[in-house]
Structure formats: C-alpha cells, structure tokens
C-alpha cells in the first residue's frame, strides 16, 4: 500500500502512535545496576512474573536480556536488543544496551536509536568513569537524560554531595522529582515533589516481586518518619532553591535532569520512574535527515540500522537488523529500498526481539523498533525506506585502542576466515584495518575494548566454523586504512581513527 496519499484520519493515526511512544535506554557503568533495573522495568509492565532468579548477578545468568554463551559464563550482557510494553496508555520501548564497558561502541550505537537516556549512578560510588563517558556521549547528541540514584537501600553517600557533584561534573541541573526518605543505607520510601506525598516501600521477596507501596500525607510523613520526613523535604528543598523547578524544556534540552531515587534490587522507586518517562520523556518526533532537515513522523515509512546481530537463534543462523521506526507505519511484507545501495529488500520476518524472546510484528510505529531476520545485506547505520528517498546520519565509530593481528588457525579453513572476519565487521562487532603488505591472511582488527576480542574468537569457532588465533600488533602505523570509510572523514577529531 502507498504511504504517501494516507487519509487524515490515517496520518492522524500516525500522530498519535508516535505521541505515545518512549523510546530510552538504562545506561550506566557496569555494576550499577542496569540489568537489575531492566528486569524491574519489565517486571512492573508485567512481561515477566518475577525478576530475575535472584538477585545476585553470578547466579542471573537467564536474564530477560542475556542470551550468548559468553554472556551467560561471564554473567554479562553484550548484546543489545529491544524490549516493548505497555504502561498506562503509552508504548514503552525499552533498548538494552551492554553492560561492559569494552562494549561501549554498542551502547553509544542504542544511544543514536533512543529519544532519552535514564542514567543510573551508583549511590556508594557516585559518578565513575563510564557514567562520565555516557553523560558526554548523551550531551554530544543533545539526548535528554533522566538521572537515577540506585542502590539506596545500601550505605553510600550523601544526596546532597551527589547533586553537587552532578551539577560539578556534568554541568546539568538537577530537578528533584523524587527525594529518598531516610539515609542511604535506609530506605524508607520516597517524597513524591510531584504529588506530594510520602510513597513508603516495603520489602517483598528480595525484589522478586513488585514492592508494596504505602501512600501518606506530609503530616502523616512526618509523623511517623520524622526527621527522615524532614531532612528529605529540606534537602529536597535546596536543591530545587539552587537550581530550579522542574521544567520540561529544561530537561529536553538536555541542560537539565529529572533525579529519582530508587533500589532496582528491591523495586523501589521503579513505578516512580516510569511515570515519569510517560509523563515528561520526549515521544518519537520527526527526525532529521542526513542534511539536517527533520522527517515528518507521517511520512512515508523509514528507519536506520542501529544494530545487526548474528547467530541470536542457533537453529536457524540467522542475521537480525535492528531498525528503529522513524516515520510512516512499518508494515510487515513491505518491500523497502536500501539507501546505500539502492537495492530492494523484503521484510518478510519482522519480529520484536529481547533475550530469547521473539515475537512477530505486524506493525511498527515511529519510536518502535523492529528485528529484521536473514537481513545478511544490511549494515549498521543503513537507512530504510518505503517511497521518498532518505538517508539518517551515520553512527559514528569510535577510535580503537587496542589491536590485534587475526590468523586463520586451519589453513584450509581460509575462505570461512575471510568470510566470518568480513561478517563481524558489518555488524559493527569489530572494526577491521587494511595494509596492502597484510592483504586478507592476516587482518588487523581494532577494538574499543579487548573483550571485543574474545567474542570474535567465540564468533569465529562456533559461527564460522573458522577457529583464528591472535598474534600482537603494535598500534598501527598510519599506512592501514580503515575498510569502512570513517563518516566523519576529513574533519573527524579522534587520533588514529582516519
Ligand atoms: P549492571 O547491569 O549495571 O552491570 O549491574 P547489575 O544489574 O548486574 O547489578 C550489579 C550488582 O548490583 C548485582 O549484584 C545486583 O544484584 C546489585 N544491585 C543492583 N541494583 C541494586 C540495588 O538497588 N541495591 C543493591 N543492594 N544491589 C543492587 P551481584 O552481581 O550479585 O553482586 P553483589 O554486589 O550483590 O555481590
């Protein structure tokens, strides 16, 4: 069906859809409780009956985003895929994003497909180095961010310096929309500013289950917390008198951040965050084009390529693209064209993707995110489209700090070698660096992380049937190039990158 002659009610529809959708990312450093929060996320949009087996890390190795053997070993997760619900009348689309550091080039792909971040600081640990990386990385793509306290339930610092180290370190205000009540260490509940009201949680199962919830007045707060009660509202308090009141625009504008206080481990302050995601995150709106000019949301379907995964479903060896929805209804069936190539591609196997769970879509709206299977020909950062030529900005990459020379280690096993090596540079798994001495025996491969390494060696084994060795590599001399061209050639910043 044509896109381009929809009725009003048609484009209304469209409107609508996009209006309510949230589509954001947890990001954080690792250890901060990201996963915990996503599974608390989707414990309270009711995907799954209780979060995680337990809530200890070694032993959550089948998390509702986990899935590769190398994840489920070393009980972290790499890959990034898509998570939808519904929660009070909204779509909630919820990107995982990796949980290692050395996977941080993924993170910083998810980032380019979401309209908000929440960031999740550790409350003993404050802002490390990573939760800095990410707060540059969001303020370079001007991505609101919500800004989350986590693991209040255990001893950390106080709320205070945390703010002023926030505002210190990041340059953003802090606009409280939840204060903790009681020291961390001791939580007791939350002061509502928005409704103001003392929200009091009570443990239940180790997390297992949605935290029970107690709502009280102020001067019942204050009655049976005291000066808990009273030290949150004053602290509250000055924050709001240094900074400002909560303004939206603010927030969108990425100058300043929501603050919530929360305890995924325990499901505190989890509701919390979700109203406020439905109430004040940016919903998916016209995105601007690679010249800079914004795509209306009815228009013609399109979308780009965030993320291409291999090898999710073993049986089937499959490819899955990741596409973020930008405008226009995807439907399912529907022959798009590839901009960079200008060839056709039929989507006939659209699925929502998450973990281990897949389910067909029919329909995608802008802000949704669609899982393209056997899409072997599409690359990270391809757009999309289904009438009315687009083409989104490229993601860019990041500048690789460690190298290595990749070796087929079964000589007979070559054209498997180049053919895997070639694969895990379209997916974006790693970055691949040419020399003209070198040729195609022995490629230089550069990562952001040395774990980057590891999953290729694993890729290589199991999904190529293509076992490669290492041998060192000094940083290359400036006589490689980068197979892919760096899209931000000539004018790109990172040393040794173009
Ligand atoms: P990540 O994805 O950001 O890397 O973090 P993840 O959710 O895996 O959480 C890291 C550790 O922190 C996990 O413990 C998890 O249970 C714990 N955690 C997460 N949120 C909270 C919270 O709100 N309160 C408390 N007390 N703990 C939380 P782990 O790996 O088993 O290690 P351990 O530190 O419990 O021994």
Same mark, same amino acid.
């Given at each position: 069906?044509?896109?381009?002659?929809?009725?009003? &009610?048609?484009?209304?529809?469209?409107?609508?859809?996009?209006?309510?959708?949230?589509? $954001?990312?947890?990001?954080?450093?690792?250890?901060?409780?990201?996963?915990?929060?996503?599974?608390?996320?989707?414990?309270?949009?009711?995907?799954?009956?209780?979060?995680? &087996?337990?809530?200890?890390?070694?032993?959550?190795?089948?998390?509702?985003?986990?899935?590769?053997?190398?994840? +489920?070993?070393?009980?972290?997760?790499?890959?990034?895929?898509?998570?939808?619900?519904?929660?009070?009348?909204?779509?909630?689309?919820?990107?995982?994003? @990796?949980?290692?550091?050395?996977?941080?080039?993924?993170?910083?792909?998810?980032?380019?497909?979401?309209?908000?971040?929440?960031?999740?600081?550790?409350?003993?640990?404050?802002?490390?180095?990573?939760?800095?990386?990410?707060?540059?990385?969001?303020?370079?793509?001007?991505?609101?961010?919500?800004?989350?306290?986590?693991?209040?339930?255990?001893?950390?610092?106080?709320?205070?310096?945390?703010?002023?180290?926030?505002?210190?370190?990041?340059?953003?205000?802090?606009?409280?929309?939840?204060?903790? !009540?009681?020291?961390? %260490? *001791?939580?007791?509940?939350?002061? #509502?500013?928005?409704?103001?009201? =003392?929200?009091?949680?009570?443990?239940?199962?180790?997390? &297992?289950?949605?935290?029970?919830?107690?709502?009280?007045?102020?001067?019942?707060?204050?009655?049976?917390?005291?000066?808990?009660?009273? *030290?949150?509202?004053?602290?509250? %308090?000055?924050?709001?008198?240094?900074?400002?009141?909560?303004?939206?625009? &603010?927030?969108?504008?990425?100058?300043?951040?929501?603050?919530?206080?929360?305890?995924?481990?325990?499901?505190?302050?989890?509701?919390?965050?979700?109203?406020?995601?439905?109430? =004040?995150?940016?919903?998916?709106?016209?995105?601007?084009?690679?010249?800079?000019?914004?795509? @209306?949301?009815?228009?013609?379907?399109? %979308?780009?390529? $965030?993320?291409?995964?291999?090898?999710?479903?073993?049986?089937?060896?499959?490819?899955?693209?990741?596409?973020?929805?930008?405008?226009?209804?995807?439907?399912?069936?529907?022959?798009?064209?590839?901009?960079?190539?200008? +060839?056709?591609?039929?989507?006939?196997?659209?699925?929502?993707?998450?973990?281990?769970?897949?389910?067909?879509?029919?329909?995608?709206?802008?802000?949704?995110? !669609?899982?393209?299977?056997?899409?072997?020909?599409?690359?990270?950062? #391809?757009?999309?489209?289904?009438?009315?030529?687009?083409?989104?900005?490229?993601?860019?990459?990041?500048?690789?700090?460690? =190298?290595?020379?990749?070796?087929?280690?079964?000589?007979?096993?070559?054209?498997? =070698?180049? /053919?895997?090596?070639?694969?895990?540079?379209?997916?974006?798994?790693?970055?691949?660096?040419?020399?003209?001495?070198?040729? #195609?025996?022995?490629?230089?491969?550069?990562?952001?992380?040395?774990?980057?390494?590891?999953?290729?060696?694993? /890729?290589?084994?199991?999904?190529?049937?293509?076992?490669?060795?290492?041998?060192?590599?000094?940083?290359?001399?400036?006589?490689? /190039?980068?197979?892919?061209?760096? @899209?931000?050639?000539?004018?790109?910043?990172?040393?040794?990158?173009?």
């Amino acid at each position: 069906m044509s896109q381009d002659v929809l009725s009003p &009610a048609r484009v209304n529809e469209i409107h609508k859809q996009a209006a309510r959708r949230r589509t $954001f990312a947890v990001i954080s450093h690792p250890d901060a409780g990201k996963s915990t929060l996503t599974e608390a996320l989707a414990l309270h949009a009711k995907v799954i009956g209780t979060a995680g &087996a337990s809530s200890g890390k070694a032993n959550r190795k089948e998390t509702v985003s986990d899935w590769m053997q190398m994840e +489920k070993d070393r009980g972290i997760s790499i890959s990034s895929a898509a998570l939808q619900f519904s929660y009070r009348d909204t779509v909630i689309n919820l990107l995982d994003t @990796p949980g290692h550091a050395d996977f941080s080039e993924d993170t910083y792909r998810v980032l380019a497909a979401v309209d908000c971040a929440v960031m999740l600081v550790d409350a003993a640990k404050g802002l490390e180095t990573q939760t800095m990386k990410l707060f540059e990385v969001c303020k370079q793509r001007n991505l609101p961010i919500i800004t989350v306290i986590n693991k209040w339930d255990r001893p950390g610092l106080d709320a205070l310096a945390l703010m002023d180290e926030l505002t210190e370190r990041t340059g953003l205000q802090p606009m409280p929309l939840t204060w903790a !009540v009681g020291i961390s %260490g *001791d939580f007791r509940g939350v002061w #509502d500013l928005r409704q103001d009201r =003392f929200a009091r949680f009570q443990r239940n199962n180790s997390g &297992a289950n949605i935290a029970l919830t107690e709502y009280f007045t102020p001067e019942e707060a204050a009655e049976t917390q005291g000066s808990n009660w009273t *030290d949150a509202v004053d602290e509250a %308090g000055l924050v709001i008198e240094s900074n400002l009141e909560f303004d939206v625009d &603010a927030f969108h504008a990425g100058t300043a951040t929501p603050i919530l206080f929360s305890s995924a481990a325990l499901n505190f302050g989890v509701k919390e965050l979700l109203d406020a995601l439905v109430d =004040f995150a940016p919903h998916a709106a016209p995105r601007p084009d690679v010249e800079g000019s914004p795509r @209306p949301v009815e228009s013609s379907f399109s %979308g780009f390529v $965030f993320k291409v995964q291999a090898g999710m479903n073993k049986a089937h060896r499959d490819h899955v693209a990741f596409i973020r929805v930008c405008s226009g209804v995807f439907e399912r069936g529907m022959v798009v064209t590839q901009t960079r190539t200008g +060839k056709s591609f039929a989507t006939k196997y659209a699925q929502q993707v998450f973990g281990r769970e897949r389910e067909v879509i029919d329909e995608a709206y802008p802000g949704d995110v !669609v899982g393209l299977v056997n899409a072997s020909t599409l690359r990270v950062g #391809d757009s999309l489209f289904l009438e009315g030529a687009v083409e989104y900005p490229a993601i860019p990459l990041f500048a690789p700090e460690h =190298f290595q020379v990749a070796r087929s280690k079964d000589p007979s096993k070559f054209k498997q =070698f180049r /053919r895997g090596i070639e694969q895990l540079e379209h997916e974006g798994v790693i970055q691949v660096l040419r020399s003209d001495v070198r040729g #195609d025996q022995a490629p230089v491969l550069a990562a952001v992380g040395p774990m980057q390494f590891e999953v290729v060696e694993d /890729r290589m084994a199991h999904d190529f049937s293509a076992p490669c060795g290492w041998n060192a590599c000094r940083t290359p001399s400036p006589g490689f /190039r980068r197979r892919t061209p760096c @899209p931000r050639w000539p004018t790109c910043p990172a040393p040794r990158c173009c």
